[in-house]
C-alpha cells in the first residue's frame, strides 16, 4: 500500500462513516479569522447538550438550571485542546500562577439574527473577542463570534462593537449556570478581550491539540502503512 491508496481508502471512508466532530472535522483553511464551530446548545434548549468524546454522539450533560438559558449558538471549535498553552496565556494576562486549560475543546458562542431551530450542525463563525473565564482554576475561555455573513450581526469586526448589555447577557450566563443557591460561585471572569486576544487564545489551543493529539490523519496513514508492510515482509 502507498500513500496515494491510503489517501483513497481514507476518502472512502469520509463518504462512509460520519466524522467525529472533534477530531474529524477540519477548524478550517482561514483559521482564526474564521473557524469551523459544531454546535451544541442553541438558545431553546432546556437541557444542555455536549458531545460525548469517546463516540461523538451528542449527549445530555444536564438540564439547564433555573430559567437561565444561553443567549447564543453554544458549541466548540474543532481540533483545539485547552491544555497547558492555553494556561499558561491565561496566566500571562491575570498575573495568577497554577492555571491549566480545561482539558476540552475550545469553547465558542456564535451570534447569529436568524433562528437555528436545532443544535448538532457546523457553521462558519468568525471570532471578534472573548471572556476569559476561570472555572475552578482553569482557564474555560469562551471564544465570541458573530455567523459569518450575517445580515445583522456580521458587520462585527471586534467585540467592543456589541452592544454593552448583550455582553452582559453572555456574562451572566456564564458565571451563573452551573451556581446553585447558596453555593460559593466557582467561576470569574477576569477580562473581556477583543478579536486580536481571541485569535491567539485559538492559536494557542491548536498547539495544545496538536501536542496531544498531533495530526490523526497522518499518524493513522503511517499506522496503516507500517502494519501492511509488516504483513507482506511476513509472506
Same mark, same amino acid.
Given at each position: 500500500m502507498n500513500q496515494e491508496t491510503f489517501n483513497k481508502i481514507w476518502k472512502m471512508m469520509g463518504l462512509r462513516y460520519t466524522s467525529h466532530p472533534w477530531h474529524g472535522i477540519s477548524i478550517g483553511a482561514a483559521v482564526p479569522d474564521t473557524v469551523t464551530a459544531f454546535i451544541e446548545v442553541i438558545p431553546s434548549d432546556t437541557v444542555?447538550?455536549?458531545?460525548?468524546?469517546?463516540?461523538?454522539?451528542?449527549?445530555i450533560?444536564?438540564?439547564?438550571?433555573?430559567? =437561565?438559558?444561553?443567549?447564543?449558538?453554544?458549541?466548540?471549535?474543532?481540533?483545539?485542546?485547552?491544555?497547558? =498553552?492555553?494556561?499558561?496565556?491565561?496566566?500571562?494576562?491575570?498575573?495568577?500562577?497554577?492555571?491549566?486549560?480545561?482539558?476540552?475543546?475550545?469553547?465558542?458562542?456564535?451570534?447569529?439574527?436568524?433562528?437555528?431551530t436545532h443544535g448538532n450542525i457546523l457553521?462558519?463563525?468568525?471570532?471578534?473577542?472573548?471572556?476569559?473565564?476561570?472555572d475552578g482554576g482553569q482557564a474555560d475561555d469562551k471564544i465570541i463570534a458573530v455567523l459569518k455573513q450575517d445580515e445583522v450581526y456580521g458587520h462585527w469586526g471586534d467585540i467592543n462593537e456589541i452592544p454593552a448589555p448583550l455582553v452582559d447577557r453572555l456574562r451572566h450566563y456564564f458565571l451563573t449556570y452551573k451556581q446553585l443557591p447558596g453555593e460559593t460561585p466557582r467561576c470569574e471572569i477576569t477580562h473581556v478581550y477583543g478579536r486580536d486576544e481571541a485569535h491567539e487564545v485559538i492559536r494557542r489551543s491548536?498547539?495544545?491539540?496538536?501536542?496531544?493529539?498531533? =495530526?490523526?490523519?497522518?499518524?493513522?496513514?503511517?499506522?496503516?502503512?507500517e502494519e501492511f508492510n509488516s504483513g507482506n515482509q511476513k509472506k
Open positions: 444542555k447538550y455536549e458531545v460525548d468524546k469517546p463516540s461523538g454522539y451528542l449527549k450533560d444536564r438540564p439547564q438550571k433555573f430559567s =437561565n438559558i444561553v443567549p447564543a449558538l453554544y458549541g466548540f471549535i474543532p481540533q483545539t485542546y485547552c491544555k497547558e =498553552n492555553v494556561g499558561k496565556f491565561c496566566m500571562e494576562q491575570t498575573g495568577r500562577t497554577g492555571i491549566m486549560g480545561d482539558d476540552d475543546p475550545l469553547d465558542i458562542c456564535v451570534l447569529t439574527e436568524r433562528e437555528v457553521i462558519q463563525a468568525v471570532p471578534i473577542g472573548g471572556l476569559r473565564m476561570i491548536q498547539q495544545d491539540y496538536a501536542h496531544y493529539f498531533g =495530526n490523526l490523519e497522518a499518524d493513522l496513514s503511517k499506522a496503516l502503512l
